[in-house]
């Protein structure tokens, strides 16, 4: 199995991370909190409140992991892709995969990378929720979590094993179409592109920006439940499952619930995932 592809998405998955943590903060904060009237309430009060480091909260953790991550999901994609057209990354250039490949090798990367992904989203997600200032007031309360390594055993003492899973279906759902749809849109871009020949940078960046944007339309109504489901623990409110928790918040906030995030989801989208893919594309071309 080619490790390329594993090394190029673990590089890209970190630029993209770094970039886009700050929008992914305030997004999971309105996801899971009825504080904020909107996007830039949630970020002037968390840049009041927290500073500017507040927006980077949970990130340490991901760079390691969550990237990793990004590996697992462009590794898996590329190889299945290899099993289905038997061509490498550099031949496809000349023979175009079917989109009926692609999307089954999305699908298979999605499906895949969620059963490492589910601790490290829940510890990252917990972490983002955490609004004590830096700098705290004498007296005043630790936060509940002091770190990555402290809030994995505080889940692990205080919900079990299966609490580190907590929003794992959810997850799934989320993930495992949406891929599919992330590389086909990516594919779809890139038809100006001659065959045989490389993309242009510019190519690849509109490709991966809309290919982002989406798969953020559609995922983002399960996104919504999965970090509700994450967050329950910690509230110690119990969803009997998916289609609980996504009946008692429709019923509760209204069908606009679950496009919570949408909008800073479509932001962050474009930037991240264009970056994501020229740095991808880039590092394979260079090491062909």
Known sequence: MPVEEFVAGWISGALGLVLGHPFDTVKVRLQTQTTYRGIIDCMVKTY????LLGFFKGMSFPIASIAMVNSVLFGIYSNTLLALTATSHQERRAQPPSYIHVFIAGCTGGFVQVYCLAPFDLIKVR???QTEP???PPGSPPPRYRGPVHCAVSIFQEEGPRGLFRGAWALTLRDTPTMGIYFVTY???????RDGQDPSPATVLVAGGFAGISSWAVATPLDVIKSRLQMAGLKRRAYRGVLDCMVSSARQEGLGVFFRGLTINSAR????NAVTFLSYEYLLRSWG
């Open 269 to 272: 989208a474009f930037p991240v």
């Open 187 to 193: 594919e779809l871009c890139r038809q100006s592109t």
């Open 134 to 136: 830096r700098a705290r």
């Open 127 to 129: 972490l983002q929720n």
């Open 48 to 51: 009041r409140h927290e500073s």
